[in-house]
């Protein structure tokens, strides 16, 4: 029985241990996203793409603009989400349109900021997120 018992325990410990860090880095990563600036994350976001890219400091600072305008939509969007939910169909439909207009004007902005094989390899790396971002949700979570 106490050969038994001592896995048992020690496999309870670890499982709930786990939990309590997934809701950890949960809300550290909830709060982090609240408190960082559109500006800040425009700027790191051109930067990180100046370094995939090889961007010139033109590029840099047209696609930095752009990217600004993208987070604060994103942000303004984020703030309003609780206070205008749509309660039709229509609605909901309604402000999916203006989003996805939203994205198409900043992806037709980085092509004509981008040249041709610095777009392509942008968009390689936009699949690549989205890949991840799949593989991640589902992928089945410890713990839980």
Do not use: H, W
């Amino acid at each position: 029985m106490k050969k038994c018992l001592f896995p048992f325990l020690f496999l309870l410990f670890a499982v709930t241990t786990q939990a309590q860090r997934d809701d950890n880095r949960k809300a550290r990563r909830a709060a982090l996203a609240q408190n960082v600036s559109p500006e800040n994350l425009a700027s790191l976001q051109a930067k990180k793409l100046t370094l995939a890219l090889d961007l010139s400091d033109q590029q840099q600072n047209q696609l930095q603009e752009v990217l600004l305008q993208a987070a604060t939509q994103k942000q303004n969007a984020r703030a309003n989400r609780n206070e205008n939910r749509p309660d039709s169909r229509q609605e909901r439909l309604a402000l999916a349109e203006a989003r996805m207009d939203d994205m198409i004007a900043t992806k037709r902005a980085i092509k004509e900021i981008l040249n041709a094989e610095q777009y392509e390899k942008f968009e390689k790396m936009k699949i690549k997120r989205q890949r991840n971002k799949m593989e991640q949700a589902e992928k089945p979570r410890r713990g839980k």
